[in-house]
């Protein structure tokens, strides 16, 4: 166990650098140049030899990474090409709204895909598994800018139920916090809860086909007993690396949800970096959300472990 | 090169100046947001009791970038900042300045020196009582180029200083006569606490002596600014207000519908003939002083070939293009200052003609032109113009290949002459010198397209020597009518400013730039 998990963050961290290449690059391989394009029409070649300087775009490409991961592995992103305000500083805000739009949607997709994936599987052919299947089939295909603006048009304006969009902290007011978050997890949740779905549904039906299934029922467990005792412990691994997959997704901010749902997370900040062209704030959120999901992976790693004993072993 | 921003001034002679009126901002290309205030129109007025009470919650399409005036350029920047800071003068609903910091100022015989004296009894938000070094320390940072965006308009400008606590000097190297628009076209020249101007403390936070201060700032969810209750002029007439970024239209209009927000200046232009029948929305318009126009490279033939542009002109079907830009909500246009403005030319030669247009082009002997029209994709609406125009281009036998790019490049490209035609816009031309000067007279900072014409160049020299601002008018609309018959620019659309509210809202003023001053805003129950 040690030595997988040693081989597995060693692997994370080869992946982080990777990564690090990756978001440097960004600033230097946008079309035009981040320092010309802020300075616009009050462009003037004093000024901006001063500003690249500062920027230290005037450095060698490598000495400029090397600067830049050295900085950004002390938690240091630089400033914010527009405002001036520390990337970091400006990162940080969005975890926590984030963090709760993927947990609840996590919560919803799971409360939608355990159920039915599992019991679709059981009663595979049944009209519960075809209706369930059609309805993951149809939620996976119905893009999420749309949903989530039917969502609005039919509870908040239709209806009235819930307020159309904004984020209220569950600190300040954890009644009016949740209502702010229904509309935008089930939009998010609902999508993922079907691709969950299809993944519990086939990794439960693969189990069930196994020899040991077989032999389970013919010592005479019966259906459900087999399910619980023999195919979940082994549907687990794959039920949990999709999980951890869709989590991952989630972390990294659902930029359109967000940007619809007015939700001040990463995926926004994400969004408002490109639309007005601050790459350097880009850069901090390509790399934290690049970040996130890797560390989701290393912790599905983790849990691998724990749900399978042969891994413990190795 | 790119355009480096100097502008020219003009001469005006000695005399106090409240009416020194008409000079205000110009817009460059590039500083969508740059505009400033100036002509107000009030659509709606409330002479009710003055309540002042509840929480007026405005939904902004996007986000500001940062809370600094002095260094932003982005329209929601200054949407909020307008209601904080206040600048010395201000543009009344006719165009001239009015007071707002400064009550009085006069010019000296030589026109170097122009004097303001202080309002008494302005405070700051943080109850500090405003004095003459803070208009200094602002003008200080603000003439920064380093630093602030607009320190272009102070070329002209050698020193600003205190003369006593109510009394400031400007002191020029060159006579100015737009001074006013200089230091009061819009928020950009705000004066700011100097409290704040060490470190970054201007981009999250404000103090300024304007009619809301400001509260706080949660980046990617909301402002809010409070009523100042010390504020020197009239109202406000709400207790709070939170501005609140809302890029989605939908998500915004349904908001104004459910009563969660109660103004918004995300309406899209296709929903506004909907929300003109929404009872439950108020509606308001405002024409704005920008313009959208195509133009040619004179350097390169058949360009230089007046038949030849004149063609491209007749060719265009300008209600077309109108609406592929902007729906209903642009107005065709043949001129630089739109229907309305004080400096507007009533003169539209260029009916739709595709006959004319054949014609003109085999007068000048051209078969199987290709042009190479360049766009950027900064200003989407151009992308779905072009279009349309390549269209009907094509209907007389020219081929327009469109190349789109990002606006540095474009820069780049209209700098080093590297195009056919391209499309492009003026914004907030609120004087003629504004619209023609630098784009149309052969030693214009912006005529990179390369027209000369003595006699534009003569009426464009005369309009800058002259006092009077209906003889300056009439010297552009004779510009205007050359360069609009030569087509150094084909003039295509104008714009305009779109705001909607709900019913319970009052005394909301529009401005040409979609801003509104919300000191004037009531909220009835």
Known sequence: MARFLLWRALQTVVAMLGVSVAVFLIVQLVPGDPIRLALGTRFDEELYQAMRARAGLDQPLLTQYGGWLARAVTGDLGVSFRSGEPVTRLLLARLGPTSLLAGAALAVALAIA????????????????????????????????????????????????????????????????????????????????????????????????????????????????????????????????????????????????????????????????????????????????????????????????????????? | MNPSPAFPHRRRSARTTRSAGRATSLAAVAAL?????????????????????????????????????????????????????????????????????????????????????????????????????????????????????????????????????????????????????????????????????????????AIGTGPFRFVSYTPGDRIVLEANPDYWGDGPYVDRVEFRFVSEPTTALTNLRTGAVHLTNNVPAQEIATLRDDPDVELGQQASNDYWYFTCNFDRPPFDDIDVRRALSFAIDREQVAQAAFFDAATPVQSAMPPGNFWATDYAPFSHDPDQARELLADAGVTDLTVDLMLTNEYPHTLAAAEVIASQWGDVGVNAEIRTLDFASWLDEQGNGSYDCYVLGWLNNLDGEYAYYAQHHSAGSFNFHGYANPQVDQYLDQARASVEDTERRDLYHQAARLIIDEVSYGYLYSPQATLAWAPQVSGVEMHPDGKTRLRTVRLTD
């Open chain 1, 114 to 314: 355990l159920p039915l994936g599992i019991v679709s599987a059981v009663r595979s052919g049944s009209l519960v598994d075809r209706i369930a299947t059609g309805f993951s089939q149809l939620w996976i295909s119905v893009p999420d800018f749309w949903s989530g603006i039917m969502y609005i048009l039919l509870f908040a304006l239709l209806l009235g139920w819930l307020p159309a969009s904004g984020y209220v902290s569950p600190l300040d007011d954890p009644v009016r916090a949740a209502h702010h978050l229904v509309l935008p997890a089930m939009t998010v949740g609902l999508i993922s809860g079907s691709v969950l779905t299809r993944f519990v549904r086939s990794a439960v039906l693969e189990a069930l086909h196994q020899d040991y299934a077989r032999t389970a029922r013919a010592k005479g467990l019966s259906r459900w007993q087999t399910v619980r005792r023999h195919v979940l412990p082994n549907a687990w691994i794959s039920i949990v690396t999709a999980v951890g997959l869709q989590l991952g997704f989630l972390l990294g901010g659902v930029v359109i949800v967000e940007v619809i749902f007015e939700w001040p997370g990463l995926g926004r900040l994400a969004y408002d970096a490109v639309v007005r062209r601050d790459y350097s704030l880009l850069q901090g959120a390509v790399l934290a959300i690049a970040l996130m999901f890797l560390v989701v992976n290393f912790l599905v790693d983790l849990l691998y472990g724990y749900l399978d004993p042969r891994v413990r072993r190795r």
């Open chain 2, 33 to 205: 947001a740059l505009a400033g205030c100036s002509a107000g129109e009030s659509l709606e007025t409330d002479d009710g009791p003055a309540s002042s009470d509840g929480t007026l919650v405005v939904a902004i399409s996007s986000e500001p970038d940062s809370l600094d005036v002095h260094v932003s350029t982005a329209s929601p920047t200054f949407l909020v900042m307008e209601n904080v800071y206040d600048t010395l003068v201000e543009p009344a609903p006719d165009l001239s300045f009015q007071p707002a910091l400064a009550t009085e100022w006069e010019v000296s015989e030589d026109l170097l020196t122009w004097t303001f004296q202080l309002r008494d009894g302005v405070t700051w938000h943080n109850g500090r009582e405003f004095t003459a070094s803070d208009v200094v320390a602002s003008f200080e940072r603000i003439t920064d180029a380093e630093t602030a965006a607009n320190a272009w308009r102070f070329e002209t400008v050698d020193e600003v200083r205190e003369v006593d606590d109510r009394t400031v000097e400007f002191v020029l190297n060159q006579p100015t006569p737009n001074l006013l628009a200089n230091i009061g076209g819009f928020k950009g020249m705000a004066i700011v606490a100097p409290e704040l101007i060490e470190g970054d403390g201007l981009t999250t936070d």
